[in-house]
């Protein structure tokens, strides 16, 4: 069974600092990769996809990448803003058409 | 653009009350899906439907029922509920099998007193 693991579960920094949030899974059999950002009481919104021949995507100021051989992916954000605050889940999609959801990292950028 | 729209945005339910959740999406996209999303925890899979007419039980299936009669709706039913259901509920949406995303509504904040 697949296990996402995203690390750190919390992470607080300055305004202007770029950052890296860090999601590992167990089982490198994955169709693709999506990182979400969820803000408070709020749904999900998609961010980057990933999909399993891909090394990384880029969207503005984020970059994806994956190693699906170590199973690792690393969402960077630079030049962090407040607006960036929300909690980040890393997804997998694997056989049987499932999705496996990290626990998430939640962000606070700080004016 | 209204992507994927469900309703109501919250609710509160006395035990052993019905209600249906609402799930609409104008994208076209034959896959689509129930989450729970439990205060400090993961997505869990509920139900989901590969197209109109085909559904099918997700990891906890239980005390839910879904129907499939369009592309564009996919009702979920709880039939009694219980306060084991309080959760945000989450709808979401794919364009095929593997190699596409998901797109997510904005959920359904249930309460069960």
């Known amino acids: 069974k697949q296990e996402v693991t995203q690390i750190p579960a919390a992470l607080s920094v300055p305004e202007g600092e770029n950052l890296v949030l860090n999601c590992s899974f167990t089982?490198?059999?994955?169709?693709?990769l999506q990182w979400f950002r969820q803000d408070p009481g709020k749904g999900l919104t998609s961010l980057l996809l990933?999909?399993?021949?891909?090394r990384e995507q880029t969207s503005g100021r984020l970059n994806a990448s994956l190693d699906k051989s170590s199973g690792r992916s690393t969402l960077y954000i630079a030049a962090s803003q407040p607006g960036d605050s929300a909690t980040y889940l890393c997804?997998?999609?694997?056989?049987?058409?499932?999705?496996?959801f990290g626990g998430g990292t939640r962000l606070m950028v700080k004016p | 653009n209204a992507g994927v729209t469900q309703t109501p945005k919250f609710r509160i339910l006395k035990i052993g009350q019905s209600m249906t959740l609402q799930c609409t999406q104008d994208?076209?996209?034959?896959?689509m899906y129930w989450y729970r999303q439990d205060p400090g925890m993961g997505l869990k899979l509920i139900y989901y439907?590969?197209?109109?007419?085909?559904?099918d039980k997700g990891e906890v299936p239980n005390g839910y029922n879904v129907s499939r009669s369009t592309t564009e709706d996919f009702p979920l039913r709880l039939e009694l509920a219980a306060p084991s259901q309080t959760s945000v509920y989450f709808c979401?949406?794919?364009?095929?099998?593997?190699?596409?995303?998901?797109?997510f509504g904005s959920g359904t904040r249930l309460t069960v007193v």
């Open positions: 979401a949406t794919s364009s095929g099998p593997i190699n596409y995303g998901y797109t």
């Open positions: 089982d490198s059999a994955i169709y693709n």
């Open positions: 990933i999909q399993s021949s891909q």
């Open positions: 997804v997998t999609r694997n056989a049987g058409n499932m999705l496996t």
């Open positions: 994208m076209n996209h034959n896959y």
């Open positions: 439907s590969v197209g109109a007419g085909i559904t």
